[in-house]
């Protein structure tokens, strides 16, 4: 079965951090490009972060030098440090690969 699993997310201070985690089970392994997306009320979902079996990242402008994509060594699972969280970051934050996605994790942030 495949599937990918988000935690982490929260209630957040403006200027805070959090560290967001998919854990990928099934086909989905950490050898796959991994991305992270969100999708806030009202807004199209956009992606933030990718990571390739290689270890090669790339991030949306928006995101650059606050957010950092990674992965576990030992584990399928990837993660995503989110600092020096604004307002605009609140969405919900989803994990895909090969096409599946996760359910999402919500990160909320209070001005």
């Known amino acids: 079965q495949v599937q990918l699993v988000e935690s982490g997310g929260g209630l957040v201070q403006a200027g805070g951090s959090l560290r967001l985690s998919c854990a990928a089970s099934?086909?989905?392994?950490?050898?796959?490009?991994m991305r992270w997306y969100r999708q806030a009320p009202g807004k199209q979902r956009e992606g933030v972060a990718s990571m390739t079996a290689g270890g090669s990242t790339g991030y949306a402008d928006s995101v650059k030098a606050r957010f950092t994509i990674s992965r576990a060594s030992t584990s399928n699972t990837v993660f995503l440090q989110v600092n020096s969280l604004k307002p605009e970051d609140a969405a919900v934050y989803y994990c895909?690969?090969?096409?599946?996605w996760g359910q999402g994790t919500q990160v909320t942030v209070s001005s």
């Open positions: 099934g086909l989905i392994t950490t050898s796959n490009t």
């Open positions: 895909e690969a090969l096409g599946f």
